[in-house]
């Protein structure tokens, strides 16, 4: 049973009090359609705003619409509510990383969901609270639905409370209806007719008892004060029911309004009236009273507690012109949300006394219920001015804001922004999705014919040109508001109208122009937004290209009967119509091309193919067209992508019906490797794809050990879970699958010899630990250094693993190759907690590690005097402040690599005079000298320091890496810059063969990556040089802009949110790299041969890029130009410091073994 509250009541109840006051849990309102939730949120908005006035706890909120599922997505609602977050107030501690998410720099590397949501769930942390709301979370897609509330309900237990409003969802009762008051009875089953149902409570898990909130208030307490009260984290489920008198009062209000004539205002933000109806039905009252008298219990009896219902009651009375009507509408209303919208329809068809009123009507609801997404007011007033019979256009035709309401009669509204045009309410869609055939047949038809009139007005027929052609659209734009809607889905209405004889006619015409086509495709190319299937060309495309793009199946097989050539190719990536039809799944048309005689395994210059296309479109009919043409090369690999197949790429996507497809098609390699090393097996276990990984399983002789490049099984990457709640319970099922094939636990990866287990160890993933424990892994396995479980957990500080791993017997003192126990590790990491644990288990402090440390020394060398004290007194110490020269211990003692660490820079200059030998000292854990430890400490006073007394800016750590490298890995640009300045070698190679720009690229720290480019740094891939070409007009630097451009960089490419290189510079304000950029944009040159030019340079463009780039390097050394091979882009993997180094997998290395990471997907 569901406790029922009105809108009103439910910000007055105990359990939005509880909600506001107490831990954070969810709060889910339920309700049926029309019953205020839409307005539930913004009333709750606006009172949290009141509540957490003048403090720190942001509020987060999503308006779900279900005719956005293509923008709505998961990622982009996670990255709204980072960037709400990022623009609180309060957001002081914001950090670089989460706002470059936010720059577009990203390409072929773009941030992806984790990206956004760790970074989210980092943020996060740095507020007192946060309270987050998701208004129609039953609107959003059955696949956002699906992980959305797992991904919100994730979030930091003790910061994210959450707010869901939707209609009502079939599932399991709500978990604390089932709990009742041990003090008062509220909730027992026999009290639920004269109390509401226990929602919010407090339980005693010592005493296993439940008080509810009144008794709590009352100091009702357990059998022992001393016992601690907590509130569970089950969501509330409150059922909103809109009361009679909320009804009432709202009918009151409105009727008020149309009674005070002058004064009409409305309080919401929506336009929904017009003038006309406003003071209309306020007369009719005046002059009868006794209608007046009638209208409040009327509406309120037929509204049945719905305001929207109550509200369109209101338009029928508005629409009202004479007391007869009035009275006609009070005797006999219509029936629910179909009623009403039936008689408006009725009304609007029927009308005979204004037939133009009635067409524009029905003009105005066929584009706003067909339109692809919602249109401004402008785009509509366009399209509706339209008249398919004259030629040309005439502004005068456009209906104002005030005709358009009034005509509809309350179906649309208006927002006050003028940016959106929508229905009423989702149960007018509803309405119209049932009975579009009956009202509007011909609705796509007439969209496509009207779209593409307009886009045969005057200059709309010719693309721009010229060095300004930019400035050029940009201007047309403005001038012609209908034409980036119809320009972007003339196609789409003209595929959904079939065989309609006029409209096939009027597509025809309109593609036989190939003046036409070419304004088409560099139109499309400028608005072209990162939530569609990418059009990538400004100019080049014929008709067959766009046809086959549009799936305009009838036509493209018109233009074959001509003279073009069904494997024609665009000049910039030599891309056929079959790969663009593939792109977005069409079908019908993949077939017809096919038929005749479509080049199924044609490489373009992106080094994608039609299969490759297909899958990532998702269409498993385009998929299976591909697989039964007998020529095709199902295990053709994409050298752009890591060498990966189709089988890869699906199966790594979670594309279950397509890897079905593939594996059905003989031949296919299901054990073929990337680059990387991975199998398809291996791709899926990383991306969560447990139904994925089981097909896998049923192949025959598939190698379920598979190793990749860095030694790493299938069950090596399950056991480095991390991420949300379905995401882990996700990869220790996939994990579970694999040992019940027989996988073996035992096998050791490449990267410092760790198993399984022990990367499970690694990733602080408890539940996996017990599992692979429960399948006989080996719990005291040492890597290559001599290194167990317990260093593992005790270095990451994973306290409950520590203990686990103690419960299971293993040795609190066991050693490593250098000596070094758990306490040792764990003094290191700084955890207090850890160290206790450990003491409490038998380890012992005064064991010495090789170079004579106990654990005591190693804390004291950190700067962990949490620790140090917890070694003398064996008890927990609150965490103390950061240590200072004049408190610490000891301080003359200590080495020269811990004075850096530690950030003492009088001490630091002390022993440069006083101990110059002394200086080159090494840290005994990891090699990193004190330039490495200047680095890490990110203290340039230091580093500064230390190279001018002469230490070399290239010494290498046990990893083979400088301080560049960790410079780096950190993202401290100003500590590269230092270290370059002093002629720091810039392509150096660790031990994984990674180069410092690599690291931060693969960091996104990418402007130590422009940086080193500026250096004489050479990107290794395609993805990498587009990527920082983005970087560098974001951050102004002409010198690595022109770099990146003579290295392959593409013009044409847009970045993650739809922006082209020119419209990047030109927000940045930099007009020498729009010039720059201006003067190269017809220029394409492939990122595979970088001499290739394949369109004319226009004139001058040379020169003026000549001039342009005669900048000078930042650093103070000769550019040298060395072409790197095609290695594709690894792994970085971090050392472990006392600063934590980000990796791209989110993990940190550690003390004396190297932490394996996840390849990239």
């Not at 003071?279 to 219990?297: A, N, W, Y």
């Not at 869609?429 to 038809?445: H, L, N, P």
């Not at 401290?972 to 990674?994: M, V």
Request: glycine share 6%; hydrophobic share 40%; aromatic share 6%.
């Amino acid at each position: 049973m569901q406790q029922n509250v009105s809108t009103p009541s439910l910000l007055a109840s105990p359990e939005f009090d509880a909600w506001t006051s107490g831990p954070p849990w969810m709060l889910q309102c339920v309700g049926e359609p029309g019953a205020g939730k839409t307005l539930l949120c913004a009333l709750v908005i606006e009172r949290l705003k009141t509540i957490f006035k003048n403090r720190n706890v942001p509020i987060l909120y999503i308006y779900l619409n279900y005719k956005e599922p293509s923008t709505q997505t998961l990622d982009n609602l996670i990255s709204s509510l980072l960037k709400q977050l990022l623009q609180h107030p309060d957001a002081e501690f914001q950090s670089p990383e989460a706002k470059r998410l936010f720059s577009g720099v990203e390409n072929e590397s773009r941030p992806t969901l984790e990206d956004f949501y760790e970074a989210f769930r980092t943020e996060i942390r740095y507020f007192e609270r946060v309270m987050i709301v998701v208004d129609a979370y039953d609107e959003a897609s059955p696949a956002v639905k699906e992980r959305l509330a797992d991904r919100l309900l994730s979030l930091p237990t003790d910061k994210a409370s959450l707010m869901i409003t939707s209609r009502p969802i079939e599932e399991e009762p709500d978990p604390r209806e089932l709990k009742f008051c041990d003090s008062c009875g509220r909730g027992r089953p026999t009290n639920i007719p004269l109390l509401p149902p226990l929602k919010v409570y407090y339980r005693c898990q010592i005493c296993n008892i439940d008080i509810c909130q009144s008794c709590r208030a009352k100091d009702v307490y357990c059998k022992d004060r001393k016992h601690i009260l907590k509130q569970p984290d089950d969501p509330v489920r409150m059922s909103i029911e809109p009361s009679q008198d909320d009804i009432k009062l709202y009918v009151r209000k409105e009727l008020d309004i149309e009674l005070r004539l002058g004064n009409s205002k409305h309080s919401d933000s929506t336009i929904t009236k017009s003038s006309f109806g406003t003071t209309r039905l306020g007369r009719i009252c005046r002059r009868r009273s006794d209608l007046q008298e009638r209208i409040v219990p009327t509406v309120v009896a037929k509204a049945n507690s719905m305001f929207t219902l109550a509200g369109l009651y209101m338009q029928t009375l508005r629409a009202c012109i004479s007391e007869g009507e009035v009275e006609d509408a009070l005797d006999n209303p219509p029936e629910g949300y179909d009623g009403f919208y039936e008689r408006n329809m009725l009304r609007i068809t029927e009308e005979s006394e204004n037939t133009r009123a009635s067409t524009l009507a029905r003009k105005t609801l066929e584009w706003v219920v067909h339109a692809h997404r919602p249109l401004s007011l402008a785009e509509l007033r366009d399209a509706l001015a339209v008249d398919l019979n004259k030629a040309g256009f005439r502004k005068a035709a456009r209906p104002d804001k005030a005709t358009i309401l009034e005509v509809t009669a309350g179906m649309i509204v208006i927002e006050s922004n003028e940016r959106n045009v929508r229905l009423n309410h989702r149960t007018a869609q509803e309405y119209f999705d049932k009975s579009r055939e009956r009202w509007f047949s011909a609705a796509s038809a007439d969209i496509a014919r009207v779209s593409l009139h307009y886009l045969s007005l005057g200059e709309l027929t010719k693309p721009c040109e010229g060095i300004y052609e930019d400035r050029d659209f940009d201007s047309r734009r403005k001038a012609y508001p209908l034409l980036e809607y119809a320009y972007l889905y003339w196609g789409d209405h003209a595929y959904e109208a079939g065989p309609h004889a006029e409209t096939q006619a009027a597509v025809f015409r309109y593609v036989s122009d190939t003046d036409k086509i070419a304004a088409w495709t560099q139109a499309t190319w400028y608005l072209h937004s990162a939530e569609r299937a990418e059009w990538d060309i400004r100019k080049g495309a014929n008709a067959l290209h766009v046809c086959a793009w549009f799936g305009l199946t009838e036509i493209v097989s018109r233009l074959l009967d001509g003279d073009l050539d069904v494997n024609a190719t665009d000049p910039n990536y030599k891309q056929t119509p079959l790969m663009y039809a593939c792109r977005r799944g069409q079908s019908a048309t993949v077939a017809k091309l096919l038929e005749r005689g479509a080049d199924v395994n044609q490489y373009s210059h992106r080094d994608s193919v039609a299969l490759f296309e297909a899958v990532d479109s998702g269409v498993i009919e385009t998929v299976e067209l591909l697989l039964a043409h007998k020529e095709l090369d199902v295990n053709a690999i994409h050298p752009w992508r890591s060498n990966r197949t189709a089988l890869m790429l699906a199966a790594q996507s979670g594309k279950l019906e397509i890897v079905n497809a593939l594996l059905d098609r003989p031949g296919v390699q299901f054990d073929r490797k990337d680059l990387d090393g991975n199998t398809p097996l291996s791709l899926a276990t990383i991306a969560g794809q447990s139904d994925v990984v089981s097909s896998l399983l049923e192949q025959e002789g598939i190698a379920v050990d598979s190793q990749n490049r860095i030694g790493s099984t299938a069950l090596i990457l399950a056991a480095t879970a991390k991420g949300g709640r379905k995401e882990t319970e996700a990869k220790i099922f996939i994990a579970e699958l694999l040992l019940m094939q027989g996988a073996d636990s035992s096998i050791k990866d490449h990267e410092g010899g760790g198993t399984a287990i022990l990367r499970a160890v690694d990733a602080g993933n408890e539940a996996m630990v017990k599992l692979l424990i429960e399948y006989n892994a080996d719990i005291g396995i040492r890597d290559d250094l001599n290194r167990g479980l317990l260093h593992s957990a005790a270095i990451d500080g994973h306290e409950a693993i520590v203990r686990l791993l103690l419960e299971e017997g293993l040795d609190a003192n066991a050693q490593d190759k250098n000596g070094k126990t758990p306490l040792h590790d764990a003094s290191r990491d700084g955890n207090s907690k850890v160290a206790k644990l450990l003491l409490d288990s038998a380890a012992d402090p005064s064991i010495k590690d090789m170079h004579w440390r106990t654990p005591w020394t190693v804390a004291w060398q950190y700067g962990n005097l949490n620790v140090m004290r917890v070694l003398e007194a064996k008890e927990i110490i609150e965490e103390s402040a950061k240590p200072t020269p004049s408190s610490y211990p000891q301080v003359t003692a200590l080495p020269i690599w811990s004075l850096a660490n530690l950030g003492f820079q009088n001490r630091v200059s002390h022993m440069i005079t006083a101990k110059p030998n002394d200086i080159y000292f090494c840290d005994p854990d990891m090699g990193n000298t004190a330039l490495h430890c200047a680095v890490n400490a990110d203290n340039p006073t230091i580093l500064t320091q230390l190279l001018q007394a002469g230490l070399s800016p290239d010494s290498l750590n046990d990893y083979y890496r400088a301080p560049l490298h960790l410079a780096a890995i950190a993202g401290h640009a100003n500590l590269l810059i230092i270290l370059l300045n002093h002629h720091a070698k810039y392509d150096q190679k660790d031990r994984w063969l990674e180069t410092p720009l690599k690291i931060a690229h693969h960091n996104r720290h990418l402007e130590c990556a422009v940086i080193l480019i500026e250096a004489g740094a050479m990107p290794t891939s395609p993805s990498m040089i587009q990527s920082l070409f983005f970087a560098a007009i974001e951050l102004g630097r002409l010198n690595a802009v022109s770099k990146l451009i003579d290295m392959g960089a593409d013009l044409s490419v847009k970045n993650v949110l739809g922006q082209t290189a020119l419209q990047m510079a030109k927000e940045t304000g930099n007009g020498e790299i729009v010039q720059v950029l201006r003067t190269n944009k017809s220029v394409f040159r492939s990122p595979r041969l970088r001499s290739d030019v394949t369109e004319v340079e226009e004139e001058g463009a040379e020169e003026q890029m000549a001039m342009l780039s005669m900048k000078e390097s930042p650093f103070h050394r000769p550019e040298v130009w060395t072409e790197e091979g095609s290695e594709d882009e690894g792994t970085v993997v971090a050392d472990r410091a006392r600063t934590p180094v980000a990796r791209q997998d989110g993990s940190e290395a550690s003390d004396g073994r190297v932490r394996v990471a996840e390849p990239a997907v």
